[in-house]
């Protein structure tokens, strides 16, 4: 299955979407620039003997966690598998060297978005402002406070 | 009241494909923010 990359100058978005079984390899280069990952759907495992945090599906994986599995030298890589129904996890690095702080929000009807807050549509559909965004999609920040509505995972990003 | 008229997401095409051993990535370089 395809990897679908959207580079916004604020936030780099992946879109990975994992066959059943399906085993790959990330290169320490490119885990250096991750902010965080969300996996949304399917299940995935280690697919060597290191030691594998519990994986929860809706759940907001900031950088910080993800090195809890490392060794204290870090891998050169690291590869994983998904399960025997696929996965799907929408990973955010950070462009030009910029960290970003991210708050993950579960929508489910409504919820404010706070001035100065851009949004990440990483699962579902979410309608801000008479806009519909879907999966990989980008809201920029505005000056003003706003209103989102839909369901899904949408991660803020400032 | 009228119900708000909802605009769908852009359909976009991404501008290029790059093959790797983990299968193709579609790259937006420059994807519509909303």
Known sequence: MPIKSFMYPAVRVDVVTLDPDQVVTHSRAVLDDVIGTIYVQGTILPA????????????????????????????????????????????????????????????????????????????????????????????????EDREVTGSGDLLLVR | MDEEEVKPPPQQEPDKVIETPDGPVEVFRFPKEL
Do not use: M
Not at chain 1, 106 to 134: H, K
């Open chain 1, 48 to 143: 060597d003997d290191r030691t594998w945090p519990a994986i929860v599906n809706h759940v907001w994986r900031p950088r910080l966690s993800w090195d809890t599995w490392k060794t204290a030298e870090g891998p050169a890589e690291t590869t994983i598998k998904a399960g025997p129904e696929g996965c799907q996890s929408v990973c955010l690095s950070r462009t030009r060297g910029q960290g970003r702080n991210v708050q993950h929000i579960a929508l489910d009807g409504s919820a404010p978005i706070p001035a100065g807050w851009g949004v990440v549509v990483a699962y579902g559909t979410a309608i801000i402002g008479g806009q519909q965004g879907e999966q990989g999609n980008y809201f920029a920040p505005r000056d």
